[in-house]
């Protein structure tokens, strides 16, 4: 049997700039359905599932997939016009994009950070690409999105419990993916939650289709009532509690006023109670601090154990391993409406 398709590995920078991409309201609806199907590969899920996910053929997941592992980012954005072609290949523009984010002292270099002019003699000397312009460098790691900025602590460290984080989430995704038969003690469902808002209705600007007014209009008509704006609201926000059972591929949610530990806990009493007692259950978040349970409030600790559930928290920097991530896409469109809703959906 053949080897099964899947994205190349993506570092958490990659994961990252996928979450944004589908999270963002505007922008191409091709990009979007192409990163959607990317971040779900990177997730473990395999094509099939993909493809009901996206509502789209195999065949189009495996072009969206083999076209990522070629050309990179640039791949998820539609060309609609020629051009020359890329003057580097994805190898060479990955190994850039390595090197400029590591540290001059990595390769026992005798200054702190590159330089444009440091970094191409650098790349150069080491045979990565046979000539460079400054102008050139800027341009392409501008395109990979790599910037020269602060460095600020969490950009250059990783949770001492990364590796352990990240193989127990994919261990409960092959699970709910049926790839593994659940071991004694191991969850039998699994849901990935996040929170989404704050959702905010949008203004009506209070323009409709009418009759012609004014001197042109219709003779003996009465004058046509206003349909005013609605501006103002007085009832503030709201915020969606979200939660995506992966073995029966079904979205839950719950609309709360604000995002808490006590809301969150609410929403996981209402998953525990989808299922009997008996069956244990997983819940994949992020390390949102409602999610937590602290020295100063353990409830989130102390229901999991009541309840038969376990909280399983994604790496740090890494929530773009949460599946539920992929399902939040439409919502930016959706003009507040998901606020009128609770329940399943």
């Known amino acids: 049997m053949s080897e099964r398709l899947r994205v190349r590995e ?9 979450v ?13 359905r192409r990163a959607q199907m990317v971040l779900l590969s990177a997730q473990g899920m395999d094509v099939a599932a993909i ?4 509502f789209t053929s195999e065949d189009r997941v495996r072009d969206v997939i083999r076209n990522f592992n070629a050309d990179g980012f640039g791949s998820l954005y539609p060309k609609y ?8 290949t994805l190898g060479q523009r990955r190994e850039i994009k390595k090197i400029a984010k590591a540290k001059p002292a990595e390769y026992d270099l005798p200054f702190s950070t590159w330089s444009l002019s440091k970094l191409a003699d650098f790349l150069v000397a080491e045979g990565v690409v046979d000539d460079i312009s400054h102008e050139g460098m800027r341009v392409l790691l501008r395109a990979e999105g790599v910037t020269f900025q602060r460095l600020k602590t969490w950009k250059a460290s990783k949770g001492p419990r990364y590796a352990e984080k990240k193989a127990r989430i994919e261990h409960l995704y092959a699970i709910a993916d049926r790839e593994i038969t659940p071991p004694d003690g191991d969850p ?5 939650v996040d929170e989404f808002g704050p959702l905010n209705l949008q203004p009506r600007p209070g323009r409709q289709w009418a009759a012609v007014s004014g ?7 009465a004058p046509r009532a206003r349909m005013r704006a609605t501006y103002h609201r007085t009832e503030g926000v709201r915020h969606l509690f979200a939660a995506y059972e992966l073995g029966e591929d079904k979205l839950f949610g719950h609309v709360k006023p604000r995002k808490t530990r006590a809301r969150f806990l609410e929403f996981c009493r209402y998953l525990r109670s989808l299922y009997p007692q008996s ?4 819940i994949v978040c992020d390390n949102f601090s409602p999610h937590l349970s602290t020295a100063r409030d353990a409830r989130v600790g102390t229901w999991a154990k009541a309840n038969n559930a376990e909280i399983a928290y994604t790496p740090t920097n890494s929530s773009w391993l949460n599946r539920i991530e992929a399902q939040f896409t439409a919502l930016p469109t959706m003009n507040g409406s998901a606020a009128s809703s609770t329940g399943q959906t």
Do not use: H, M, Y
Request: aromatic share 6%; charged share 35%.
């Open 10 to 18: 993506i570092d958490d920078d990659e994961g990252q700039r996928l």
């Open 81 to 88: 016009k020629g051009g020359r072609p890329p003057k580097f």
């Open 51 to 54: 493809a009901r996910v996206a």
């Open 20 to 32: 944004r991409i589908i999270r963002r309201g505007s922008g191409s609806v091709v990009t979007w």
């Open 188 to 192: 039998e469902v699994i849901f990935c």
């Open 215 to 221: 001197k042109n209009k219709e003779p003996g008509r």
């Open 279 to 282: 069956v244990r259950i997983a």
